[in-house]
C-alpha cells in the first residue's frame, strides 16, 4: 500500500499533508526518512513513525454510534445530514459505512465499519442476526396482537415475517426482537396489525448492546470482545 494512502487510510492525516510532511522529513519507514509519500510500504509489517508518532495498523475500524432522530443511515449526504458527518473527519477518510439502515427518525444502536465482509455477513438474511427494539406505538397492544406479531404477519412480502420476541411494558409500549431485516419491518409489522409506531430505538444488534453511556450522535470505538463476538457469528 503506497504511504500516503496508508497515513490517509489510518486517519492520521490527507494523502496531500502526507506528501508535504514526507518532503519536510517528518515521515520514517523502518527508522529510515522517507521523502516520497508515494512510496509502497507494508502495513502489517512496516513500522511508519508520522511526526514523531507511531502509527499503527488497523485493518478495519469498528463504532458503535447512537443514532440521533433525523440524521440518515447513509453514505450520501443528498438528502441531509448522514451518520457518517457525526464522525470527526479523521475517521470519514476510512471508507466507514453504516451496517445496515435505520429509518431517518428511528433512534438507537448502528454499527458503522468498513468491514464489507462482516457486514455483508450479518445482514444476510441466512445469519438471523437479531435485532431487538425499544417501541411505543399508537394505539394499546391486544394479547392477540401482541401473539400475532410473535408469531409473524403479512407485511406484502412472499412470506410472513419469522417468529419475533415481544413484551410489552405498557399497554402501548415494550421491546420486539425479530431475526431479519426487512425494509421499514418493525413499522410494516405494527401497520399489519392495524397499529402505528410512534417511536423506535434500537438496543441491541447481533449480541452488541447500545452503550447506555452514549448520547445521542456519541459514538465509541466497538471493544475487542465486542469486535471478536461479531466475527464468531459468521
Ligand atoms: N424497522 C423499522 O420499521 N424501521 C427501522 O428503522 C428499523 C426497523
Known sequence: MRLDRFLSNMGVCTRADAKRQARAGNITVGGAVVRDASMHIDPSADVVVYCGERVAY??????MLNKPDGVLSSTDDGDGPTVIDLLPENLRRRGLFPCGRLDKNTLGLLIITNNGALAHDLLSPSKHVEKTYRFECASPLSDS?????????????????????????SSTGGVITVYEGKFHQIKRMFAAVGNKITYLERISFGGIK????LCRGEWRYLTKDEIASLENRK
Do not use: M
Request: proline letters at 3%; hydrophobic letters at 35%.
Open 58 to 63: 488497523e485493518e478495519y475500524t469498528y463504532i
Open 145 to 169: 396482537d401482541a401473539e400475532l406479531l410473535r408469531r409473524g404477519v403479512d407485511i406484502g412480502e412472499k412470506s410472513p415475517t419469522k417468529e419475533a420476541l415481544l413484551s410489552l411494558t
Open 210 to 213: 447500545l452503550d447506555a453511556s
